[in-house]
């Protein structure tokens, strides 16, 4: 689920930062940069881990700041296709599943994901696993639910336009984003597996 990833980057240090030890000072502005964040095609970024590589600082006419090429390791969630995860409904619609963990909302699990024989309730917006004619086994908002991750989406995110600078609504696709599945034993609500 979390993996150190190596990554190098050119690092602005601002002049105020002078003061402090570069390491220190890089791993700062390293985690302005990163922590909570997407990095296309590696995963979500948590912390910087350690730095291995410091080069020259370079300076920019026109620029207080010092220019620092650097090498590190950052911590980043990335679980792998085939992983078991727990989180929370937060959507039930006819197209499928959306759940959230505590850190990350983008997770969908398609109808075609869900045990054979459920069927989506409009009136309840809830979906129900029928497992037998005298069972209903419902899977609801704020339900906690098991889940196998099945693929990983990344998204190409360009600039915020400016109608959602100005915060309007915009239908766009998250950076990265989890299809998962509950089609075996011991998926679903973990209430029906206690």
Same mark, same amino acid.
């Given at each position: 689920m979390f993996i150190l990833s190596e990554l190098s980057d050119l690092v602005r240090v601002p002049p105020p930062s002078f003061n402090i030890p570069t390491p220190v000072a890089l791993k700062? +502005?390293?985690?302005k940069k990163y922590a909570n964040k997407v990095i296309s095609n590696v995963g979500l970024a948590v912390s910087v881990w350690d730095i291995l590589e410091i080069k020259d600082g370079l300076l920019k006419p026109g620029d207080g700041g010092?220019?620092?090429e650097t090498q590190f390791?950052?911590?980043?969630?990335k679980p792998f296709v085939g +992983?078991?995860?727990?989180?929370?409904?937060?959507? &039930?619609?006819?197209?499928?599943?959306?759940?959230?963990?505590?850190?990350?909302?983008?997770?969908?699990?398609?109808?075609?994901?869900?045990?054979?024989? &459920?069927?989506?309730r409009p009136a309840e917006r809830a979906w129900?696993?029928?497992?037998?004619?005298?069972?209903?086994?419902?899977i609801d908002v704020n339900e906690?639910?098991?889940?196998?991750?099945e693929e990983e989406v990344f998204a190409n995110i360009k600039p915020k336009s400016?109608?959602?600078?100005?915060?309007?609504?915009?239908?766009?696709?998250?950076?990265?984003?989890?299809?998962?599945?509950c089609q075996?034993?011991?998926?679903? &609500?973990v209430s029906w597996w206690d």
């Amino acid at each position: 689920m979390f993996i150190l990833s190596e990554l190098s980057d050119l690092v602005r240090v601002p002049p105020p930062s002078f003061n402090i030890p570069t390491p220190v000072a890089l791993k700062d +502005e390293l985690h302005k940069k990163y922590a909570n964040k997407v990095i296309s095609n590696v995963g979500l970024a948590v912390s910087v881990w350690d730095i291995l590589e410091i080069k020259d600082g370079l300076l920019k006419p026109g620029d207080g700041g010092a220019y620092v090429e650097t090498q590190f390791r950052m911590i980043v969630w990335k679980p792998f296709v085939g +992983e078991i995860l727990t989180g929370w409904v937060q959507e &039930c619609t006819a197209e499928g599943i959306k759940v959230r963990m505590d850190f990350f909302n983008d997770i969908f699990i398609p109808k075609d994901y869900l045990f054979e024989g &459920c069927v989506f309730r409009p009136a309840e917006r809830a979906w129900v696993w029928q497992p037998d004619a005298d069972t209903d086994l419902y899977i609801d908002v704020n339900e906690q639910v098991r889940f196998r991750v099945e693929e990983e989406v990344f998204a190409n995110i360009k600039p915020k336009s400016l109608a959602e600078a100005l915060g309007l609504e915009t239908d766009r696709a998250p950076p990265y984003a989890l299809v998962a599945s509950c089609q075996t034993d011991g998926m679903g &609500c973990v209430s029906w597996w206690d």
